[in-house]
């Protein structure tokens, strides 16, 4: 399993982001591998698309995809705070961290910081293709 941070989804959906072109190779290369993302990410993720009015279009088109919403576990506020505390990342990215450790999963990122805390946790960390 690869969770996939926002970085990563937003620059696929769109054409003219800086990693586009990284982001859609990335993908490709691991089109076998089953997708993942926090929910928290998916929401960051649509909100751009909800303020053109396209939220429920690009959801479906991630569901398409295969990308399957991570729940926020029970026990997340604590577990996110001890991420949050221990890390220079913003609770966003910590919720992808902690999707990736409760599948013990990958971490598909553009965001140095979120890797190098999924490398700490020792996550592998798709590599960036940019």
């Known amino acids: 399993m690869i969770v996939l941070d926002a970085s990563v989804i937003i620059a696929h959906l769109d054409s ?3 990693h586009h072109r990284a982001a859609a190779q990335l993908l490709a290369d691991n089109a076998f591998d089953e997708w993942a993302s926090s ?3 998916l929401a960051e993720v649509l909100v751009g698309p909800a303020r053109r009015g396209e939220g429920e ?5 991630l569901t398409r995809w295969g990308v399957h919403a991570v729940a926020v576990p ?3 506020s604590l577990r996110l ?3 949050r505390s ?3 990342m913003k609770l966003p ?8 450790l409760q599948f013990g999963a990958a971490v598909a990122t553009f965001d140095d910081r979120l890797a190098e805390a999924a490398r700490r946790q020792g ?5 960036r293709l940019d």
């Open 16 to 18: 003219t982001d800086q």
């Open 39 to 41: 929910a928290v990410t």
């Open 57 to 61: 279009r690009v959801n479906d088109l």
């Open 74 to 76: 029970e026990d997340a």
């Open 81 to 83: 705070a001890a991420l």
């Open 86 to 88: 221990k890390t220079p």
């Open 93 to 100: 990215d910590c919720c992808a961290l902690l999707a990736a």
């Open 123 to 127: 996550l592998r960390v798709v590599p």
